[in-house]
């Protein structure tokens, strides 16, 4: 085996009452291509911060060849040779490909004028090796999404990057572009980079990787294996695979109760086709999938936010038409909790009592219109005591407590909210088991009082622990359902088999037309 | 590379400008006249300073609101120490500048240092440095303006020239060359355009803010200087109608008020534009209250021009 150009020995990572990293070690070799995997809330994106020098490991060593290496802060990594190509760009949309590609050498005069004629010059031989036919004075605001890619990698080159990281890189790209990606990435591999590959579509890492590292809740649960030696179902397992006792829960007999939401024959511009399902009162329907497979798209197309080509939405057995979040949450009475809480669930400089009263400031103005502050609290402070949110006081700006307070209190805003059909998307990424159970145990009693749930989430033993059902998706589409029957192991081989089963049928199909 | 004269950021404003010049011409011949031509120019060269001060804070993303009371404090200064202290102009005025220095300095401290917004910290320090000006002068303006600095803020150098053109465009090619070519000019680009990237590419982003409100703060206190020889007096209320226009001609430029995009020769036709425009409405007798409307309504047509033309990138097709 070549030798190791990188090298995580035991890090681990604490933030206020989660353990997002614990004792991770990774090795990236030379002239090779390693694989990070992990569902949500694993941990990847904290072990790229710690090898980028975002942040600093709590324990453990980062090694860069056979020399241990300090990263206090994001120049230190790129000195040391560590270069990153993000998910969101980390160009200067404005300036032209030669001079982002320049930019971040510190040799710089800060006031002898720059030669631009000599920066595309310097620029070019590392755009020659990718194989691009850019011209490096054009702006980058006028490339294309993969193009800009390809620039980051460049410039990364251009920096002596001999360990380059790519989080997600295909996310936006299409087939084409992603295989155009892959050549260069062989090429790269052929020159002695190491290179880590975060991604979630299987398939790609399969096809590019030659080791694979897994990161499930924090910890390894796959370090450094061959990737010859692993199947897809292989990595689902790992990802997914967990040996735990699943809490047992009462069951419900929802099949008595009316339909609150059904969908009929869906299909939407984000891609779902022929998406059939219905949520009954006072029943947990999940939606398993992995990431990628459509679950939070159908979510948001039923909150309004994405428009049909086909098939109807009906509530409380009666087709609508939903326009809009405020269309949902008002004439409908859905709510949705989404997975992102930071960007599109709370307003983290507001305070608690303003984030959780936010739905319902409609309704609890009075006859003038006036919001008055005690109706907002007689209706919020309930739910807040019975989520135990801790907080030093209802005034306290959301974004200074933790997230697992934070995800209790984007769902109390619905909870006040009253709504009967209430989405919620992976409600328990990135916080702590304590919280976790608290949210479960919420999502129960609602359900008992008659709330209909439909539940996403990638973390196969929440699901089974709190859905009725369990349908499964896969590339946008209902794979099937399967009943729950708490037993953890045949469930995830049941639904492990519903999404194998739908790749390799994909897969013969292309195989066919081809 | 060969770049389409029409596809530079300041062909539209160059147009724009050009257009209306010659409509009110036709319509009013006496717009042609020497000394319409130069009050007119007059009018530019200081309102660009004023502008480029607005600018330079507009590149990194942030707005100044106390670039009058900046300016006005630096002008009433630079009076002031002549008629009280008699002091050669050359010296006041670079005391002066020093005084325009010193207040974005404090600008750029307070925002880069602790992270609060632009907008609030130049509204204190608005408050601030008006407050220091009224205290100096009393609310009176300083009426003893050496004889040198009247002729220099009033005479010409031939036809409708006038002299203060001169610092004027002396400035403006200076800062193209700062925007296009200086590594510091090309980081306030680099900050207002993304931030994060910037920093990540060892940028550092409090040092830059430092930077670009140093030389908003120089730059008013420029144009406070230019319009004390123009007036030949310190009135304490110079500055106090800066703020609309100091926005409004970067904005008919083109400058994205998010950050990373700004034109200085772009906004020297957006000067250019509303000087034009103020003085039809007097040479048509118009009353003057109405420039006010009118510069409003002009921000509006261009930002919902900008927003049109970022609409249209989008949408083309990438190549």
Known sequence: ?514 | MTRNLFQSDWATPMLVALTIGLLISLFNPAFLATFNLQVLLEAVSINVLIALSQMVIIAIGQMNLSVGALGGLAAVVFAGLMEVFGLPPALAGALALGVGLAGGLFNGVLIGMTGISAFVITLATLSIFKGLNLAITQAQPFYEIPDAVKSFGNETLFGPFPIILVPAAVIVVLMVVFFNRIPVGRWLLAVGGNAHSAELSGISITRTVIVAHCLSGVLAASAGILLVARLQLGQPTIGDDWLIMSFAAPIIGGAILSGGHVSTVATVFGVLIVAQITQALVLFHIDPFFVQVVLGLMILAAVGANQLRDLRLQRAPQE
């Open chain 1, 1 to 514: 085996m070549t030798e190791i150009a990188f090298e995580t020995r035991s890090v681990s990572k604490f933030f206020p009452g989660v353990k997002a990293l614990q004792n991770v070690s990774i090795q990236m070799r030379s002239g090779s291509i390693h694989a990070l995997l992990g569902e949500n809330g694993a941990g990847k994106s904290t072990l790229i911060k710690l090898i980028t020098g975002v942040y600093r490991p709590d324990e453990g060593q980062l090694f860069a060849g056979a020399q241990e290496v300090h990263f206090n802060r994001p120049h230190d990594a790129i000195a040391a040779g560590v270069g990153v190509v993000h998910q969101e760009r980390n160009l200067i949309p404005r300036f032209s490909v030669a001079e982002n590609m320049a930019m971040g050498q510190t040799t710089i005069d800060p006031l002898k004028p720059i030669d631009f004629r000599r920066l595309n010059e310097l620029a070019e031989p590392w755009l020659d090796m990718l194989g691009l036919s850019i011209d490096p004075a054009i702006q980058v605001s006028r490339l294309s999404v993969a193009q800009m890619q390809m620039v980051e990698i460049a410039k990364a080159l251009s920096q002596r990057t001999r360990v380059l990281l790519l989080d997600e890189p295909t996310a936006s790209l299409t087939p084409t572009e992603s295989q155009a990606l892959f050549d260069v990435l062989h090429r790269l591999r052929a020159d002695g980079v190491s290179m880590m590959f975060v991604s979630h579509k299987l398939e790609e890492v399969q096809e590019i990787c030659d080791t694979v590292s897994v990161l499930r809740d924090g910890v390894n649960a796959g370090e450094n294996i061959p990737m010859r030696d692993l199947q897809r179902k292989d990595l689902i397992r790992l990802m997914i695979g967990r040996d735990e006792t699943i809490p047992e829960a009462r069951r419900r007999q929802a099949s008595a109760q009316s339909v609150a939401l059904e969908l009929r024959d869906l299909s939407t511009s984000f891609g779902h086709r022929n998406v059939s399902l219905d949520v009954r009162r006072g029943e947990i329907v999940g939606l398993y999938g992995l990431i990628g497979a459509g679950r939070t798209e159908l979510a948001k197309t039923i909150m309004g936010l994405g428009a049909l080509t086909g098939g109807e939405i009906l509530r409380d057995g009666a087709p609508v038409t939903i326009t809009s979040p405020t269309d949902a949450l008002h004439r409908h009475r859905i709510g949705y909790v989404s997975e992102n809480r930071k960007d599109e669930g709370l307003i983290l400089d507001h305070s608690v009592l303003e984030n959780a009263g936010i739905t319902i400031w409609r309704r609890s103005a009075n006859r003038l219109g006036w919001l008055s502050r005690s109706g907002v609290r007689m209706r919020t402070v309930p739910f807040l005591d019975r989520l135990a949110v801790k907080t030093p006081s209802l005034h306290q700006k959301v974004g200074n407590l933790s997230g697992g307070n934070q995800q209790k209190i984007a769902m109390a805003k619905w909870l006040a909210a009253g709504v009967d059909v209430l989405i919620v998307d992976e409600p328990t990424v990135g916080i702590d088991v304590k919280s976790k159970a608290y949210l479960h145990q919420l999502l129960r009693e609602l359900a008992d009082d008659g709330t209909a749930v439909l539940l996403i989430t990638s973390d196969l033993p929440e699901m089974i622990s709190l859905a009725d059902r369990i349908l499964v998706m896969d590339e946008f589409i209902l794979k099937g359902a399967v009943a729950n029957t708490r037993d953890y192991k045949a469930m995830s081989q049941s639904v492990m088999e519903h999404i194998h089963h739908s790749t390799d049928e994909l897969r013969q199909a292309q195989a066919a037309s081809a």
